[in-house]
């Protein structure tokens, strides 16, 4: 006997909005909590978790499915193997290699480079229509090995960049100002990390330029707090894993909110790791950097045309010329 007793001439059941599916490959701390805040935010119809510690994967998936009574419906899946994510509109790669004791940088990012190579392929052969957003670090030079491996068009892969570093400038412009961050436009463009670069002019808070304001009422000073801010968000991600041992829930909104873009075709503007080639007089190679960049159901719809200064720009390019040094090194 049926649980309901059906309805005379009901009408069948319509989908009111197409299906979606995101997989989540790495469910360690990060993974964990992006995948938390698209859950909480109801951002797709289908999770999946991919990790290669199937006791961890499994623990994790059905800690979440304990949650069903106060979430919105999500079927939540977890494995070691990638069958499981057949068809993903999204992949997000969150898994890497820890770093260990005096290990160089490079040696790091090869290991990392060998993890893709197990990762990347059976993702794409699963979802060849997917977007990939690339989280694992150093997250600009893994988006081009990503991109290398899956073979895909480049508007399809997006490194999540320096939408943290942003985020975290705009929190501290706006603590400073005693305003809402959502009310602060500031972009930190370049390399995710060391060398991002901030772009001033683009700071403005409820519509007003904030570098133009402060210079007509010849408040130079507020410009040297300005330059102590960006290094506090250089900083930040040293500070958090100093007192907690890793960072989370900030990447994992960060995270989520791209997804929420993509998925729902946003067509918001997001500093995130793009192709750059040709772009501020970036030549010389193909080299993954943020630039601020449209985002849609696409993948990456265009590059904002932001004015740069010359030194702003000189940074770009200075950023772009360290990577490729990097990437040039790699055995792919
Ligand atoms: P973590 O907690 O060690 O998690 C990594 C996970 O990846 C673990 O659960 C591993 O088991 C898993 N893993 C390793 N190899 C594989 C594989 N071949 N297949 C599937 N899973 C695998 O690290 P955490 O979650 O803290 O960080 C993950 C990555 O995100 C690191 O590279 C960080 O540096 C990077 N971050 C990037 C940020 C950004 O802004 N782009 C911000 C924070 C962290």
């Known amino acids: 006997q049926a649980f309901f007793r059906s309805i005379m001439n009901a009408a069948p059941s319509s989908p009111t909005k197409r299906h979606s599916k995101i997989?989540?490959?790495?469910?360690g701390n990060v993974g964990m909590a992006i995948a938390q805040t698209i859950l909480t935010q109801d951002l797709t119809d289908e999770?999946?978790?991919?990790?290669?510690?199937?006791?961890?994967?499994?623990?994790?998936?059905?800690d979440l499915q304990h949650a069903a009574a106060f979430l919105p419906r999500t079927r939540i899946q977890a494995s070691t193997e990638y069958?499981?994510?057949?068809?993903?509109?999204?992949?997000?790669?969150?898994a890497g290699a820890r770093q260990m004791n005096g290990e160089s940088r490079l040696n790091l990012l090869q290991r990392?480079?060998?993890?893709?190579?197990?990762?990347?392929?059976?993702?794409?052969?699963y979802s060849p229509h997917t977007i990939l957003l690339i989280v694992s670090n150093p997250v600009d030079v893994l988006t081009y090995v990503a991109w290398k491996l899956s073979g895909f068009p480049s508007n399809r892969v997006i490194g999540s960049g320096t939408n943290l570093d942003s985020s975290r400038f705009r929190f501290l412009i706006a603590d400073h100002l005693d305003v809402n961050a959502q009310d602060v436009q500031a972009y930190i463009v370049g390399e995710h990390g060391d060398s991002s670069v901030a772009l001033w002019s683009s700071i403005s808070v409820g519509g007003v330029p904030?570098?133009?304001?402060?210079?007509?009422?010849?408040?130079?000073?507020?410009?040297?707090?300005?330059?102590?801010?960006?290094k506090q968000v250089v900083h930040s991600a040293y500070e958090v894993i100093s007192l907690k041992g890793y960072t989370s829930w900030?990447?994992?909104?960060?995270?989520?909110?791209?997804?929420r873009t993509i998925l729902r075709d946003q067509r918001r503007v997001h500093p995130v790791s793009v192709l750059a080639k040709g772009f501020y007089h970036i030549h010389g190679g193909d080299v993954f950097?943020?630039?601020?960049?449209?985002?849609?159901?696409?993948?990456?719809?265009?590059v904002t045309?932001?004015?740069?200064?010359?030194?702003?720009?000189?940074?770009?390019?200075?950023?772009?010329?360290?990577?490729?040094?990097l990437q040039n090194q790699l055995h792919i």
């Open 112 to 125: 990392n480079v060998t993890l893709f190579k197990k990762i990347i392929p059976p993702l794409v052969g």
């Open 47 to 62: 999770l999946v978790l991919v990790d290669e510690i199937p006791d961890k994967v499994r623990g994790e998936m059905l």
């Open 210 to 230: 904030v570098l133009s304001f402060l210079e007509n009422q010849q408040i130079a000073y507020e410009k040297e707090m300005l330059e102590k801010i960006h």
């Open 83 to 94: 069958s499981v994510t057949e068809g993903s509109d999204l992949c997000i790669v969150t």
């Open 289 to 302: 950097l943020s630039l601020p960049a449209q985002i849609g159901r696409g993948g990456v719809l265009g």
């Open 23 to 27: 997989s989540v490959v790495g469910a």
């Open 250 to 259: 900030a990447i994992g909104y960060s995270v989520a909110n791209l997804a």
């Open 305 to 325: 045309n932001v004015h740069l200064t010359q030194e702003e720009t000189q940074k770009l390019r200075d950023s772009a010329t360290t990577i490729l040094h």
